[in-house]
């Protein structure tokens, strides 16, 4: 078969959850037991760390492999869901996977596999690890898909696992509460190993304490220890942040390429991970560290968070789209000097979007689309559900034809911003080249 007719393949044979949402997520770790045993357990012959968590999973996630990378390790990195290409979830030193690896691997393992009825993300799970496995990667960065107990990354044994953000999404698979959905996510800590929390959310710290205490595992809550600050006061529309650090780190002027505010939130708890790894003999020096946080689009091509892809007018697309990831979108958009801002948004029928539209700025002027997934919630459910909450706009199908419409009647001094989904970013062409 060619990529294409694999990939072809794969959606017809699997259930996949980026595209249908619950009915391709299986819970439990017997599948993906099942598939590491026919490979001879490759998750067992690689070093890794373990990355969970409601916001914040990704950026850290590829800070770390950036960071790595820069102190010259082999670097492995697993991230979902892929943005354009389905090789892109995987990674070594920045590299996707080769087409021509997916296919012979497909060919090779599929018939041993299909008994198993996997879903979609176990197989991809599989195919990560023993990619990594064969690679011989010095350190694998693993990025939980969803939750984190029952997710099928979480049959590994990390040197350090990492928890960032806590918010709320996916409550009909992780719970109604954030301390239900942060039990979920704790789930990746292993008996005596070190876990680094990100954030102090009191309404949560207690999840985490409890659940570190019961495994012996050696609890750290990163913001405790370093405080990460912005130095001076950066441009609002900068495609990148210079911030100081303090506490067990000091860095002066350290360029973050990652903007947004929210970022900030995240390097505490890459730094005390990075720390962690040192105290297991990893050499990481301080240069490497200012090359990965300040060149990680190059290092690993991560995209779509606060990425400025054009200016007069500026057009900025972020795929926050939970309550938390709004939040920090809007606070951000409310820095912004503009006359007016238009606003494409798209959504999945299977988010609370009342939540989120009732966060949404009342005086945009919206373009309503929906990606091409069969996930999406139809442009027109959508314009109806925002017009109930306030926000008034146009209709378009495609996500190509809000985006343009937006540019086309913005002035210079306007604001775009592409959002709501991580499937609405990724069918934006100019993110690829930005």
């Not at 249908?20 to 067992?44: D, M, Q, S, T, W």
């Not at 694998?140 to 960032?164: F, H």
């Not at 100081?244 to 390429?257: F, N």
């Not at 913005?410 to 991580?422: E, L, N, Q, R």
Request: charged content about 20%.
């Amino acid at each position: 078969m060619t990529y294409a007719e694999t990939l072809a393949f794969l959606y017809a044979q699997l259930p996949m959850f980026q595209r249908v949402g619950e009915a391709g997520f299986k819970k439990g770790l017997g599948n993906i037991e099942a598939l590491a045993a026919l490979l001879g357990h490759p998750e067992r012959q690689f070093r890794a760390v373990h990355v969970a968590g409601t916001n914040g999973k990704g950026s850290s996630s590829n800070l770390l492999a950036a960071t790595l990378q820069a102190a010259g390790y082999k670097v492995g990195l697993y991230t979902s869901p892929h943005l354009r290409e389905f090789t892109e979830r995987i990674k070594v030193n920045g590299q996707d996977l080769a087409p021509e690896y997916l296919v012979a691997w497909v060919e090779k393992w599929w018939p041993q596999f299909a008994p198993v009825q996997p879903s979609f993300f176990e197989m991809c799970v599989a195919l990560a690890y023993s990619y990594f496995a064969e690679q011989r990667v010095d350190v694998a960065i693993v990025e939980v898909g969803l939750g984190g107990r029952l997710d099928s990354t979480n049959i590994i044994t990390p040197l350090v696992s990492l928890i960032t953000n806590i918010s709320y999404d996916h409550q009909n698979l992780l719970g109604d509460t954030l301390p239900e959905i942060a039990g979920e996510k704790a789930g990746i800590i292993k008996p005596g190993v070190p876990v680094v929390i990100s954030q102090t959310q009191p309404e949560i710290a207690a999840v985490f304490e409890h659940k570190a205490r019961e495994l012996g595992a050696p609890l750290l809550f990163a913001d405790q220890h370093y405080r990460v600050t912005p130095v001076g006061e950066a441009a609002p529309d900068a495609a990148t942040q210079t911030v100081q650090i303090r506490g067990a780190a000091e860095l002066d002027a350290v360029a973050l390429a990652l903007a947004g505010d929210y970022q900030r939130l995240n390097v505490a708890g890459v730094l005390a991970t990075l720390a962690e790894l040192r105290r297991q003999g990893f050499v990481i020096p301080e240069a490497a560290v200012r090359t990965g946080l300040g060149q990680v689009g190059r290092l690993t091509g991560f995209r779509g968070r606060w990425t400025i892809l054009g200016r007069r007018p500026l057009v900025v697309c972020d795929t926050g789209h939970n309550e938390a990831g709004i939040r920090f979108v809007t606070a951000q958009l409310a820095r912004l000097p503009y006359r007016q801002l238009h606003f494409v948004l798209g959504a999945v029928n299977d988010k609370d979007v009342t939540k989120m539209l009732g966060l949404l700025p009342a005086d945009a002027r919206y373009y309503f689309c929906q990606a091409d997934i069969p996930r999406a919630l139809p442009a027109a459910e959508l314009a109806e559900r925002a017009a109930a909450a306030g926000l008034r706009g146009t209709v378009y199908g495609p996500v190509g034809a809000a985006v343009a419409a937006a540019r086309a009647a913005a002035a210079a001094d306007d604001v775009v911003f592409i959002g709501g989904s991580t499937f609405v970013v990724a069918e934006v062409a100019e993110l690829y080249s930005a």
